[in-house]
Nanobody, 121 residues
Framework: QVQLVESGGGLVQTGDSLRLSCAAS????????VGWFRQAPGKERELVAT??????IYADSVAGRFTISRDNAKNMVYLQMNSLKPEDTAVYYC????????????????WGQGTQVTVSS
């Protein structure tokens, strides 16, 4: 079992930055793939970025603006979000799986409760 807790969301203006954090409970967390997903009102949950060891994948909409990273010693995964846009407004979820990097939401078996990010124009 892996428990995930997100933090760092908030209300910001266009062009601002935020860093989301995901804390994991499992001590062997370093072997897990961890992804950030987001869900805007009325839309499906979509992949933002995911990472396992040195391999990472980004959604086209955030590539070059967002950076995913992890600190395995602290069981933490981060999402640095720069140049935020109103279309980035969503609930952001941390998710994990014991396997290779994948874009598919259904491949992730562990989810946090989500943190709201709102970007005003």
């Amino acid at each position: 079992q892996v428990q995930l807790v997100e933090s760092g969301g908030g209300l910001v203006q266009t062009g601002d930055s935020l860093r989301l954090s995901c804390a994991a409970s499992r001590r062997t967390f370093s072997n897990y793939t961890v992804g950030w997903f987001r869900q805007a009102p009325g839309k499906e949950r979509e992949l933002v970025a995911t990472i396992r060891w040195s391999a990472s994948i980004y959604a086209d909409s955030v590539a070059g603006r967002f950076t995913i990273s992890r600190d395995n010693a602290k069981n933490m995964v981060y999402l640095q979000m720069n140049s935020l846009k109103p279309e980035d407004t969503a609930v952001y979820y941390c998710a994990a799986r014991d396997g290779v990097v994948t874009r598919r939401r259904t491949d992730y078996g562990y989810w946090g409760q989500g943190t709201q990010v709102t970007v005003s124009s």
